[in-house]
T-cell receptor, first 108, second 111 residues
Framework: GQSLEQPSEVTAVEGAIVQINCTYQTSGFYGLSWYQQHDGGAPTFLSYNALDGLEETGRFSSFLSRSDSYGYLLLQELQMKDSASYFCAVNRDDKIIFGKGTRLHILP | NAGVTQTPKFRVLKTGQSMTLLCAQDMNHEYMYWYRQDPGMGLRLIHYSVGEGTTAKGEVPDGYNVSRLKKQNFLLGLESAAPSQTSVYFC??????????FGPGTRLTVT
């Protein structure tokens, strides 16, 4: 089987940095993805880590360590529009399995 | 370029009724997926397809059937709707195994 664990909620202050962790129990997967979903909207792709290490895309960075079965999404210079749910997902075989999501609350 | 579209956006069914949800993509993607999303449960994969004429079961396939007769379309059918199938349904497509593009979703209520 496979499962992903991420915190259900995280709170941070506007302008700060926040890290959302994801641990997984699966093997033989191609990579770790992150998606953002605003209330009432559809998930949108943020990043994909096929290899260990850090991937940076603007204010967002994502990290993967296969040896530790661990990854994280780092959001810098938080803005109110970053208030959303964030999902990690493993790409295994021909499908993607999602975690239950982390709700990010941003305080002004 | 419309991306991924879903029809209908909203639907209310009575228990036992049937319906088909349509997903269409204009990006020439090989892979297509159907998910359901329930509060606190994240996205759960129902069925998926790796190309025209192929389908496979995901995590929660019971009570659903799918067809991929054309590359651009992926249909999800509910033969006999149950209240447990009340959910938001998302379709997604991808070129490969990385980035998925999602449709806007279909909100289904079964009474």
């Amino acid at each position: 089987g496979q499962s992903l664990e991420q915190p259900s909620e995280v709170t941070a202050v506007e302008g700060a940095i926040v890290q959302i962790n994801c641990t997984y129990q699966t093997s033989g997967f191609y990579g770790l993805s992150w998606y953002q979903q605003h209330d009432g909207g559809a998930p949108t792709f943020l990043s994909y880590n096929a290899l260990d290490g850090l991937e940076e895309t603007g204010r967002f960075s994502s990290f993967l360590s296969r040896s530790d079965s661990y990854g994280y999404l780092l959001l810098q210079e938080l803005q109110m529009k970053d208030s959303a749910s964030y999902f990690c997902a493993v790409n295994r075989d021909d499908k993607i399995i999602f975690g239950k999501g982390t709700r990010l609350h941003i305080l002004p | 370029n419309a991306g991924v579209t879903q029809t209908p956006k909203f639907r209310v069914l009575k228990t036992g009724q049937s319906m088909t949800l349509l997903c269409a993509q204009d990006m020439n993607h090989e892979y297509m997926y159907w998910y359901r999303q329930d509060p606190g449960m994240g996205l759960r994969l129902i069925h998926y397809s790796v190309g025209e004429g192929t389908t496979a079961k995901g995590e929660v396939p019971d009570g659903y059937n799918v067809s991929r007769l054309k590359k651009q379309n992926f249909l999800l059918g509910l033969e006999s709707a149950a209240p447990s199938q009340t959910s938001v349904y998302f379709c997604a497509s991808s070129y490969g195994r990385d980035e998925q593009y999602f449709g806007p979703g279909t909100r289904l209520t079964v009474t």
